[in-house]
């Protein structure tokens, strides 16, 4: 049970703290997509910082600047969203589609490249990260407490200050809602998009980080961060672009998604003789019923999606 | 010693491709003054405002504040310069609430936190001192026409501005609103507030504007106090030349019965009930019919049945009788019917088309515009647009490749005009045919639906308008809550009868 519990909520943080960014990238009115790839990117910012950090750093000085590394990465992926849509007008749909391409492929090859360097006869891309991993855990009485959920916490609770009590957060809106409106009274859209894009760009290299040390000692990055990112989309979708919201329905995607990991623990869900796999498809399919239901109440910002040229106006 | 002017636009031209829209235009406000700007649809108004609010530069010229020369290079500098404007479509986010609109911007803060507590205090003065009443924490999605209007009053009144720009304020207002907003401007007067009033409605220019500056085609053509002028002054300055107010035409010679609508019920989309009841007409050959009532009342949607746009939940359709209730669009097209909709973006016009592309969606499957491979003949689709531009003096950037989007809504009126008449229907059915139009692009369209019904053809016309009503139509049927109540001849009745009925007050049995 406490495994359960333990595993929702690590589960709950990365699609919490990846649905957060695409909130703020939305909110500034730019569809972003290509959270997977960013995922994927600040994950190898974070594994790579592990790899070479010595294991001599306190715990607290190492997990900040591992944490760091992924959001730099992060946030400098989410630059290519940010020129490609905001200054070019690209459509955004397609550039978060090729960040995602591009952010496992980049990434496998960058790490491929990085271990046969160091031997010339592993071609794996694989990071391992046993001991620093130890780093992020406290042990509890059987249950691990993560840093990340008490990051995740604070990051939520930032969120949501700063997009409804701040004048940050309100002129943020106003771009994804009505760009004009926005602009008619002095408001420079592109750059409260570009904050967006960026900011978007700091949650989901967090949520990657977060992600590779969830469960396993090494990633292997071929594997992307296997839909977490579309989640994290559906989570906020659910969530209807609102942190509270987000936090509760990233809790529900969790709760189901950590169930494939220990539903072996509890004696009457094994009796049931459900294969494995069920419970593994059960977050994908939970999100699938849940988006049928809702999109169409949903109210996503005005206008996300579409790019903001100062000289239609 | 010269006078002193709040505001001052001297020789300002500015030009678009293709077009120069504004030419060498002066425009002086003096302190508090209500100062009108009137001109027909793409005469320059709104592109002279622009210049003002910082949105576009010109290519000559210079404005004056107080008599000093100023940069406007963007809203920020017309903002600091204590210049505001009521934007013809408003600047509003839906989903903020009235106050987060107003402060939008101009952010009361302390280390970046939001300080609404002052700012809705301040809101509330003003609007108490304006007599402006807005709930300050209504959503704007949720608040009528005449208060989001009031809350960009208050958007600029909370800015302090001094000069207060309306780009056509009265477009969306019922009459009961806009006779407040008139006493809101004089309250604004008052207070030493200089106004801009950019209008194409007469009446209303000559009830609240001390002077009035007119356009035409871009070029400056004066200006004249209001109360030394009149409508027909002002009017003719406007467009060029005399301009009819009364639509010429001689008694209606109905012919054969052409549309025959038996019993038609309609569902609403908005509620349970149905829109359209049991309604039956008919319309001849050689005769302009109009609906007449008070929008909402089922016209739109006896529209939507009768065009196809809508199912009949039931009743008949008969053309020349012959049944044509489940036909198609195409088909009812295609045998002479013609539809002039309610909504000309949604319905008219395929925005993102070409000029050219949207004069031929009717008729672009027509041998004349597709070979028998299938492939668009383009040569002839741009010699017809370039024809029915002509005909029709449809005005644009650049001819028949303009995209539909980027033209006045006067002109994309008249391109839908010309598309519906081009067909030579056997019914033209018009919907609000004028709406927004300015008064030479009214007179232009009620003398093609009058030649229409001269060449005998049926013209079924819905309207808003009494004038329009009154002048038009040879046959007058009022709906009421999806029925017709009322049945009169133009020359026998007066805006006050029709008004009894429009509100229900009165009814009679109609065979029509």
Redesign the interface.
Known sequence: MLLLIQYMLIFASILILVALGGCFSEHSGVINLGLEGIMVIGSLGGALAMKYLPLTIPAVPYVLLVILCAIVFGVAYSSLLGVASINFKADQTIVGTALNMLGTAGATVAVKAINTAANPNDVSSIIQYINPKKKFLINMGGFEFNWFMLITLIVLVVAYVVLY????G??L??CG??P????????NVYKYRWAGVLISGAYGGLGGICYILAGVSEWRFEYGAAGFGFLALAVMIFGQWKPHRIALAGLLFGFFRALSNVYFGFPFLVKLNIPGNIYNMMPYIISLIVLALTSSRS?AP?AEGIPYDNGQ? | MAEQYAIEMLNITKRFPGIIANDNITLQLRRGEIHALLGENGAGKSTLMSVLFGLYQPEEGEIKKDGKVVQIRDPNDANDLGIGMVHQHFKLVECFTVLDNIIMGVEPTKAGFLQKKEARQKVLALSEKYGLKVDPDALVEDITVGMQQRTEILKMLYRENEILIFDEPTAVLTPQEITELMQIMRNLKAEGKSILFISHKLAEIMAVADRCSVLRKGKYIGTVDTDKTSIEELSAMMVGRNVNFHVEKKPAEPGDVILEVDGMTVASKVHKNNAVKNVSLKVHAGEIVCIAGIDGNGQSEFVYGLSGLEPLVSGRILFKGEDVTKASIRQKSVMGFSHIPEDRHKHGLVLDYSLEDNLVLQTYFQPEYTNKFGFLRRDNIRKKADELIEKFDVRSGQGAVTSARSMSGGNQQKAIVARELDKDPELLIAVQPTRGLDVGAIEFIHKQIVAQRDAGKAVLLVSLELDEVLDVSDRILVMYEGEIVGQFDPKKTTQEELGLYMAGAKRMEVQA
């Open positions: 009590k701040t004048r940050f309100l002129r809106m106003a809602e009505h004009q409106a926005a602009d008619s009274v002095g408001i109210r005005k106006r």
